[in-house]
């Protein structure tokens, strides 16, 4: 089983948009639409921030966004805030019962 | 307030075994599905099982499949990972987590190296 393919790293200033990019197949993301995302500061556990696709967790910033066309997902982070420099893994339910994580993007906030 | 903490890593030898514990707090454990999760020193995030609420139901990913057992104690609050055969690729932090489609929250890992 492959990872789903992430970016290596993107970049932004502070103010601006970024989307992350996450590509899977018709056996995980094309088929279901159980696609979260999770944010992971150095030394720490991953968090959620986007489950279903698209849903948030209760509390959690609007600046986080999600979505999805055919085998692949995005998560958009607007407003960029220094807090969100971090890394971003993506992870689907597959049609093996399994779950696969993309490889994962760093965030760099310039 | 949902916390779950790991314990039971360690150094173990090539081909030796380890048994790896959560301990679940601030829910009604026996309500969900759990999962285990590693990475690698450096690298990115593998799953590597989950077991239903009743235990009726478990399943491994690929790499442990056959070495690794999932199992839960529903009266004791915990999560359980037996896993036998231990190769140097199977060296990672290991974090449960309370699963859905999604999994949250995570608990704070637990390191587990296996080396001679």
């Known amino acids: 089983q492959s990872a789903l393919t992430q970016p290596a790293s993107v970049s932004g200033s502070p103010g601006q948009s970024i989307t992350i990019s996450c590509t899977g197949t018709?056996?995980?993301?094309?088929?279901?639409?159980?696609v979260s995302w999770y944010q992971q500061h150095p030394g720490k556990a991953p968090k959620l921030m986007i489950y279903?696709?698209?849903r948030r967790p209760s509390g959690l910033s609007n600046r986080f966004s999600g979505s999805k066309s055919g085998n692949r997902a995005s998560l958009t982070i607007s407003g960029l805030q220094a807090d969100d420099e971090a890394d971003y893994y993506c992870?689907?339910?597959?049609?093996?019962?399994?779950?696969?994580f993309g490889g994962g993007t760093k965030l760099t906030v310039l | 307030q949902v916390q779950l903490v790991e314990s039971g890593g360690g150094l173990v030898k090539p081909g030796g075994s380890l048994r790896l514990s959560c301990a679940a707090s601030?829910?009604?454990?026996?309500?969900?599905?759990m999962s285990w999760i590693r990475q690698a020193p450096g690298k990115g995030l593998e799953w590597v099982s989950y077991?239903?609420?009743?235990?009726?139901?478990?399943n491994y990913a690929d790499s442990v499949k056959g070495r690794f057992i999932i199992s839960r104690d529903n009266v004791k609050n915990s999560l359980y990972l037996h896993m036998n055969s231990l190769r140097a690729e199977d060296t990672a932090i290991y974090y449960c987590a309370r699963r859905r489609y999604w999994f949250d929250p995570w608990g704070q890992g637990t390191l587990v190296t296996v080396s001679s």
């Open positions: 992870s689907s339910y597959t049609s093996r019962n399994t779950w696969m």
């Open positions: 018709s056996s995980d993301i094309g088929t279901y639409n159980y």
């Open positions: 279903d696709v698209s």
């Open positions: 077991i239903s609420d009743s235990s009726s139901n478990t």
């Open positions: 601030g829910f009604t454990f026996s309500d969900y599905y």
